[in-house]
Protein backbone atom coordinates (compact mmCIF):
# COMPACT_ATOMS: atom_id res chain seq x y z
CA UNK A 1 0.00 0.00 0.00
CA UNK A 2 1.22 3.23 -0.69
CA UNK A 3 1.26 5.80 2.01
CA UNK A 4 3.25 9.35 2.66
CA UNK A 5 3.95 10.96 6.31
CA UNK A 6 4.63 14.07 7.04
CA UNK A 7 5.43 13.98 11.37
CA UNK A 8 5.24 17.54 11.86
CA UNK A 9 1.73 19.32 11.38
CA UNK A 10 3.61 22.91 12.33
CA UNK A 11 7.08 23.88 11.63
CA UNK A 12 8.68 27.31 12.80
CA UNK A 13 11.15 29.05 11.69
CA UNK A 14 13.22 31.97 11.88
CA UNK A 15 14.00 34.41 8.81
CA UNK A 16 17.15 33.33 6.93
CA UNK A 17 17.59 30.47 8.89
CA UNK A 18 17.32 27.10 7.11
CA UNK A 19 14.48 25.03 6.82
CA UNK A 20 13.53 21.48 6.33
CA UNK A 21 10.06 20.26 6.15
CA UNK A 22 10.26 16.16 6.63
CA UNK A 23 8.45 14.02 4.40
CA UNK A 24 8.99 9.57 4.48
CA UNK A 25 7.07 7.31 2.30
CA UNK A 26 5.95 3.94 1.20
CA UNK A 27 5.29 2.83 -1.77
CA UNK A 28 6.01 -0.65 -4.12
CA UNK A 29 8.21 -0.16 -6.40
CA UNK A 30 10.36 3.43 -7.58
CA UNK A 31 8.33 6.10 -6.28
CA UNK A 32 6.95 9.46 -8.06
CA UNK A 33 7.78 12.06 -5.35
CA UNK A 34 6.68 15.50 -5.11
CA UNK A 35 6.18 18.28 -3.02
CA UNK A 36 3.04 21.17 -3.30
CA UNK A 37 2.60 24.25 -1.80
CA UNK A 38 -0.66 25.74 -0.97
CA UNK A 39 -0.51 29.73 -0.16
CA UNK A 40 -3.55 31.00 1.99
CA UNK A 41 -6.74 30.73 0.00
CA UNK A 42 -5.26 29.62 -2.62
CA UNK A 43 -4.68 26.03 -4.63
CA UNK A 44 -1.72 23.80 -4.40
CA UNK A 45 0.85 24.58 -6.25
CA UNK A 46 3.81 22.21 -7.70
CA UNK A 47 7.07 22.88 -6.19
CA UNK A 48 9.26 19.93 -7.32
CA UNK A 49 9.66 16.18 -8.03
CA UNK A 50 11.68 13.71 -8.16
CA UNK A 51 11.64 11.17 -10.76
CA UNK A 52 15.04 9.43 -11.15
CA UNK A 53 18.79 10.52 -11.30
CA UNK A 54 20.27 12.87 -8.94
CA UNK A 55 19.04 12.66 -5.35
CA UNK A 56 18.91 16.46 -4.94
CA UNK A 57 16.20 17.78 -6.82
CA UNK A 58 16.13 21.62 -6.92
CA UNK A 59 12.67 23.22 -7.52
CA UNK A 60 11.09 26.85 -7.50
CA UNK A 61 11.34 29.67 -5.52
CA UNK A 62 15.14 28.48 -4.17
CA UNK A 63 13.22 25.12 -2.90
CA UNK A 64 15.56 21.81 -2.86
CA UNK A 65 14.32 17.90 -2.25
CA UNK A 66 16.77 15.16 -1.35
CA UNK A 67 15.51 11.57 -2.03
CA UNK A 68 16.64 9.24 0.46
CA UNK A 69 15.86 5.58 -0.43
CA UNK A 70 17.29 4.00 2.54
CA UNK A 71 15.36 5.92 4.84
CA UNK A 72 12.36 6.56 2.26
CA UNK A 73 12.64 10.05 2.83
CA UNK A 74 12.20 13.22 1.03
CA UNK A 75 12.82 16.54 2.81
CA UNK A 76 12.45 19.34 1.26
CA UNK A 77 14.79 22.16 2.44
CA UNK A 78 15.96 26.09 2.17
CA UNK A 79 19.61 27.55 2.58
CA UNK A 80 17.69 30.73 3.50
CA UNK A 81 13.68 31.42 4.46
CA UNK A 82 11.81 33.88 3.56
CA UNK A 83 8.50 35.11 5.37
CA UNK A 84 7.00 34.86 2.14
CA UNK A 85 7.74 31.23 2.58
CA UNK A 86 4.75 30.81 5.08
CA UNK A 87 2.26 28.14 3.32
CA UNK A 88 1.26 24.34 4.07
CA UNK A 89 3.65 22.31 1.95
CA UNK A 90 2.23 18.50 1.07
CA UNK A 91 4.39 15.85 0.15
CA UNK A 92 3.04 13.25 -2.48
CA UNK A 93 4.21 9.99 -4.12
CA UNK A 94 2.97 7.40 -6.33
CA UNK A 95 4.68 4.10 -7.58
CA UNK A 96 6.26 4.69 -11.20
CA UNK A 97 3.65 1.68 -12.56
CA UNK A 98 0.78 3.60 -11.26
CA UNK A 99 -1.25 6.46 -12.66
CA UNK A 100 -1.42 9.61 -11.66
CA UNK A 101 -4.76 9.06 -9.82
CA UNK A 102 -2.88 7.00 -7.59
CA UNK A 103 -1.36 10.01 -6.02
CA UNK A 104 -0.88 9.95 -2.39
CA UNK A 105 -0.76 12.87 -0.43
CA UNK A 106 0.09 13.65 2.98
CA UNK A 107 -1.48 15.33 6.10
CA UNK A 108 0.25 18.63 5.18
CA UNK A 109 2.96 20.88 7.14
CA UNK A 110 2.32 24.15 8.23
CA UNK A 111 5.38 26.29 8.04
CA UNK A 112 5.65 29.99 9.11
CA UNK A 113 8.71 31.94 8.56
CA UNK A 114 9.26 34.46 11.71
CA UNK A 115 10.80 37.84 10.91
CA UNK B 1 -6.73 33.36 -19.17
CA UNK B 2 -4.51 30.60 -18.24
CA UNK B 3 -4.52 27.86 -15.86
CA UNK B 4 -6.99 25.96 -14.05
CA UNK B 5 -10.31 28.27 -12.71
CA UNK B 6 -12.89 27.21 -10.35
CA UNK B 7 -16.20 28.65 -9.73
CA UNK B 8 -17.52 29.71 -7.51
CA UNK B 9 -14.94 30.53 -5.06
CA UNK B 10 -17.26 30.27 -1.94
CA UNK B 11 -21.05 28.39 -1.69
CA UNK B 12 -23.60 28.37 1.52
CA UNK B 13 -25.92 26.02 0.64
CA UNK B 14 -28.56 24.54 3.13
CA UNK B 15 -28.78 20.36 3.26
CA UNK B 16 -31.68 20.42 0.63
CA UNK B 17 -30.29 22.78 -1.75
CA UNK B 18 -28.65 21.46 -5.31
CA UNK B 19 -25.58 23.56 -6.66
CA UNK B 20 -22.81 22.92 -8.79
CA UNK B 21 -19.37 23.37 -9.19
CA UNK B 22 -17.52 24.32 -12.06
CA UNK B 23 -13.86 23.72 -12.96
CA UNK B 24 -12.27 24.94 -16.34
CA UNK B 25 -8.75 24.25 -17.35
CA UNK B 26 -6.45 26.27 -20.34
CA UNK B 27 -3.65 23.94 -20.48
CA UNK B 28 -4.71 21.46 -22.90
CA UNK B 29 -4.45 18.89 -20.40
CA UNK B 30 -6.81 15.52 -21.08
CA UNK B 31 -7.20 14.85 -17.70
CA UNK B 32 -9.23 16.12 -14.67
CA UNK B 33 -9.56 15.48 -10.95
CA UNK B 34 -11.74 16.52 -8.38
CA UNK B 35 -10.37 16.51 -4.64
CA UNK B 36 -11.93 17.13 -1.26
CA UNK B 37 -9.94 18.78 1.27
CA UNK B 38 -10.64 18.73 4.78
CA UNK B 39 -8.15 20.12 7.60
CA UNK B 40 -5.38 17.73 9.07
CA UNK B 41 -6.50 15.21 6.61
CA UNK B 42 -4.70 14.15 3.37
CA UNK B 43 -6.44 15.44 0.22
CA UNK B 44 -8.84 12.76 -0.85
CA UNK B 45 -8.97 12.23 -4.29
CA UNK B 46 -12.83 11.85 -5.57
CA UNK B 47 -12.91 11.62 -9.05
CA UNK B 48 -11.06 11.52 -12.37
CA UNK B 49 -11.79 11.66 -15.87
CA UNK B 50 -9.39 10.87 -18.17
CA UNK B 51 -10.25 12.27 -22.36
CA UNK B 52 -13.76 12.98 -20.59
CA UNK B 53 -14.60 9.31 -19.80
CA UNK B 54 -14.28 8.60 -15.84
CA UNK B 55 -11.88 6.29 -14.70
CA UNK B 56 -11.57 6.54 -11.34
CA UNK B 57 -14.69 6.57 -8.28
CA UNK B 58 -12.92 6.19 -5.52
CA UNK B 59 -16.15 5.16 -3.34
CA UNK B 60 -17.75 8.96 -3.23
CA UNK B 61 -21.65 9.05 -1.93
CA UNK B 62 -24.13 9.79 -4.84
CA UNK B 63 -24.62 12.92 -3.40
CA UNK B 64 -21.60 14.17 -4.97
CA UNK B 65 -22.01 13.65 -9.09
CA UNK B 66 -19.63 14.67 -11.77
CA UNK B 67 -20.06 15.55 -15.32
CA UNK B 68 -17.38 15.96 -17.95
CA UNK B 69 -18.91 17.32 -20.83
CA UNK B 70 -15.54 17.74 -22.83
CA UNK B 71 -11.55 18.00 -21.44
CA UNK B 72 -11.23 21.38 -20.63
CA UNK B 73 -14.59 21.59 -18.83
CA UNK B 74 -15.70 19.75 -15.21
CA UNK B 75 -18.69 19.98 -12.82
CA UNK B 76 -19.61 18.84 -9.29
CA UNK B 77 -23.14 18.28 -8.80
CA UNK B 78 -23.90 18.88 -5.27
CA UNK B 79 -27.54 17.56 -3.54
CA UNK B 80 -28.73 16.80 -0.81
CA UNK B 81 -25.16 17.24 1.59
CA UNK B 82 -24.66 16.48 5.05
CA UNK B 83 -22.78 18.99 7.20
CA UNK B 84 -19.81 16.99 6.83
CA UNK B 85 -19.14 17.41 3.08
CA UNK B 86 -18.37 21.27 4.48
CA UNK B 87 -14.50 21.19 2.71
CA UNK B 88 -12.39 22.71 0.25
CA UNK B 89 -12.83 20.88 -3.35
CA UNK B 90 -10.07 21.52 -5.47
CA UNK B 91 -9.63 20.43 -9.30
CA UNK B 92 -6.82 19.84 -10.69
CA UNK B 93 -5.53 18.85 -14.70
CA UNK B 94 -3.06 16.74 -16.15
CA UNK B 95 -1.56 16.30 -19.03
CA UNK B 96 -2.23 12.41 -19.16
CA UNK B 97 -3.69 10.32 -16.33
CA UNK B 98 -1.52 7.41 -16.52
CA UNK B 99 1.88 7.53 -18.33
CA UNK B 100 3.03 11.09 -17.27
CA UNK B 101 4.74 11.60 -14.20
CA UNK B 102 1.64 12.74 -12.29
CA UNK B 103 2.62 16.58 -11.81
CA UNK B 104 -0.64 17.98 -11.11
CA UNK B 105 -2.17 21.75 -12.01
CA UNK B 106 -4.59 22.38 -9.48
CA UNK B 107 -7.45 25.23 -8.84
CA UNK B 108 -7.52 27.80 -5.93
CA UNK B 109 -11.16 25.80 -4.68
CA UNK B 110 -14.55 26.13 -3.87
CA UNK B 111 -15.28 26.81 -0.67
CA UNK B 112 -18.07 24.80 0.85
CA UNK B 113 -20.10 25.24 3.61
CA UNK B 114 -23.12 23.29 4.54
CA UNK B 115 -25.04 24.18 7.20
Known amino acids: AQSVAQPEDQVNVAEGNPLTVKCTYSVSGNPYLFWYVQYPNRGLQFLLK??????LVKGSYGFEAEFNKSQTSFHLKKPSALVSDSALYFC?????????????FGTGTRLTVIP | ETGVTQTPRHLVMGMTNKKSLKCEQHLGHNAMYWYKQSAKKPLELMFV???????ENNSVPSRFSPECPNSSHLFLHLHTLQPEDSALYLCASSQDHGGNTGELFFGEGSRLTVL
Open chain 1, 92 to 104: AVRGAQTGANNLF
Open chain 1, 50 to 55: YITGDN
Open chain 2, 49 to 55: YSLEERV
